[in-house]
């Protein structure tokens, strides 16, 4: 569906150099610190940047080559931008009939009735939550087959979040085909909805793991000086100094649960995953 | 292009407020003769410059970013503006033509219609040749920059015009003398080459926008 090879963006002061790949049917999650190059991956896929070397490819064809009909099966969400906030749902709609051919304009307006969106109203007067809302909605409107989702729950509350992933949810159960690359600030939203999470760190690619196994064999040891010159290493992926002693990135979390049972062993999450991934040393 | 189309006419729309101000501004100066003129030519240069308020619109609060992922090519967007453009353009210039028509009936003046529209066709060329110029501009340099690149671009143009006219003058050719033979020349026959280099522009201005186009980031 949607495959990165090697690449390549360079800046004065940033560069970025990945490779991921989405198959048909799944949800992937990349995540990462305030200009990890997130938001340059994603620019760099649609094509809102020239590429300085490596491939991508969209349903199998280079993304510079994608015609407008494939264009339309792609949805898209930006952090910080979409329609005119001059327009209102109704010019939109309008303008969506025109772009694209498997729009309905009665689901479209539908679906913003119910999630209680004003039609007449100027996108500029609606919350933060509504936008957020208007923007997946529109994302969804014309039958995709893959969803670029840029930061789509920035800024809201945990209830607007939750509907908004529930929004993503019910639409990937009606649409089995469909893949989503997302990105999100908040670990939880993508532990919940994400089949694999991306981390990434300078422009480039940290960690690549299911979200069940990231969840289930990861975990961090908690560690003191004594405990760590003892501790058996060659499980340990990084390590954090910390004052009581030291935080150990592992991937083989029943290894030192059978073996250190006098270890503090906690149960990892994206956020400790990612904290170590970033901040940690390469253990020896 | 359809899509972009119905986009700018609904961000149009919300200018209802301005071009409402136009129209009387434009009402206004036809109260008096000399105004007529100037009402019909105001009309269609603020008219014209409607097509770089979408672009402005387009480029505001990152927007261009979004409107890039939906489905159409760059030059779509490219030749949808200069569509655009020249349609309103040439609607503002039909309303500023009727409304001079009106005041040349309430001031009871002489002036035969087909030399006044020769010479209102000349403020639309005119118009024309402005938005082609201001086009490339606003899309390079988008909202913020445009105004400083505007100034600077009208500069560089005024002292072409300059350098021109200099080096013309040390090689013997009387500028002015040209001029002056312009205006003795039938009206129709201007308007003819006024048009031809206003194609010329628009062609020039449009290849320029493409090449920006395709070079922009995003």
Redesign the interface.
Known sequence: MLKLNNVQKDYDLFSLKCSMTIVNGQISGLIGKNGAGKSTTF?AI?????IDGGTIEIFDKDHKELT??D??K?G?V?S????????NII?IS???E???NDFSKEHFINQCQQQGLPLNKKINTFSTGMKAKLKILIALSHHVELL?LDEPTAGLDVLARDELLDLLRDYMSQNENCSILMSSHISSDLESICDDIYMIDQGKIVLHEDTDVLLSDYAILKVSEEQYQTLDKKYILKYMKETYGYSCLTKEKQFYVDNYKDIVIENSNIDKVMMIMIRGEQAC | M??L???DL??L??QKMFICILLFIAGVFLKTDFGISFSMGYLTFMGAMLIISTIS??D????M??L??????KEDYVKEKYILGIMISLLAWLVGLVLSFIGMYIHDMPTPISEHILSSVMVLLFALMLVSILIPVQVKFGQTKANVAVIIVFAILFLIGFIIYTIASLLGVDITALLNQLSHMSQSYVVLCILAITIVVEGISYLITMKIMNKK??
């Open positions: 620019k649609l094509d809102l940047i020239s407008n009909l264009k339309q792609i898209v930006l910080h931008t979409g329609f005119s906030e001059y327009l010019d309008a303008i969506l025109k772009f694209y670029i | 359809l899509g189309l119905v986009k609904k961000l729309k919300n619109m387009d505001y609060n990152y927007g970013s979004f890039m992922t939906l489905p159409f090519k980031e995003f």
